[in-house]
């Protein structure tokens, strides 16, 4: 059965630093992959998101995420950190029928 | 853009009341779905439609209906609120073959 694993729940980085979110998944086949954002209190938003080609992909907001097949990972990244950037983030996985199996979520909180 | 409403931002309920959460996207898609999202687990898919008058149970459906009488409009339905329910209710949408979903902004509920 597919899965998404996000093994941090909570991670604080300092403004102007790096930031990389962690991502595993299960999946048997080529999968779909997803990266969304959840600002307090407000509905999801697509950060980006993987289908095929490229490995690294760049999304909105200054973010990229890398697809390594070999270590089942997505993990999203950002050079430099925003105080705007905290919120909590979801990996997902495209499932049967245009499904999302969803990881648990990272809550990222910004250090002035 | 793709625009994904709900009925309420918050709403607060007592134990036994019925409650309906409603949902309205306005790109045409078939494909529409209810989460419920609690801290540490994620989004949780209660049920999905792919179509007018089609659902299918997620993994929690225990305690919740659905109706989809238009292509445009899905409601959540708690026949009788219990506490354990009190939590975050998302909407989402997405095309019969796309994985990408649009969600709504989210409907906290509040069961007392």
């Known amino acids: 059965a597919q899965s998404v694993t996000q093994p941090d729940i909570h991670i604080t980085v300092s403004e102007g630093a790096s930031l990389e979110l962690r991502c595993n998944y299960s999946y048997g086949a080529t999968p779909y992959l997803f990266w969304y954002v959840q600002s307090p209190g407000q509905g999801l938003q697509l950060l980006l998101k993987?289908?095929?080609?490229?490995?690294l992909v760049q999304g909105i907001k200054g973010f990229e995420a890398e697809f390594k097949r070999s270590q089942s990972s997505f993990n999203l990244r950002k050079p430099s950190v925003h105080w705007s950037d905290a919120a909590e983030y979801f990996c997902?996985?495209?499932?049967?029928?245009?499904?999302?199996?969803f990881g648990q979520g990272t809550e990222l909180s910004v250090k002035p | 853009d793709v625009k994904v409403t709900q009925s309420s931002r918050y709403l607060v309920k007592r134990t036994g009341e019925k409650v309906f959460l409603e949902c309205v996207q306005d790109m045409d898609h078939e494909n529409m779905f209810w989460y419920r999202q609690d801290p540490g687990l994620g989004l949780r898919l209660i049920y999905f439609s792919y179509d007018v008058k089609m659902k299918e149970k997620g993994d929690i459906p225990e305690g919740y209906s659905v109706s989809r009488e238009k292509k445009e409009r899905f409601s959540l339905i708690l026949e009788s609120a219990s506490t354990n329910q009190t939590s975050m209710y998302l909407c989402a949408s997405n095309l019969l073959r796309g994985y990408e979903q649009y969600f709504g902004p989210g409907t906290r509920l509040t069961v007392t």
């Open positions: 997902a996985v495209g499932a049967q029928g245009g499904k999302l199996i």
């Open positions: 993987y289908f095929s080609g490229d490995t």
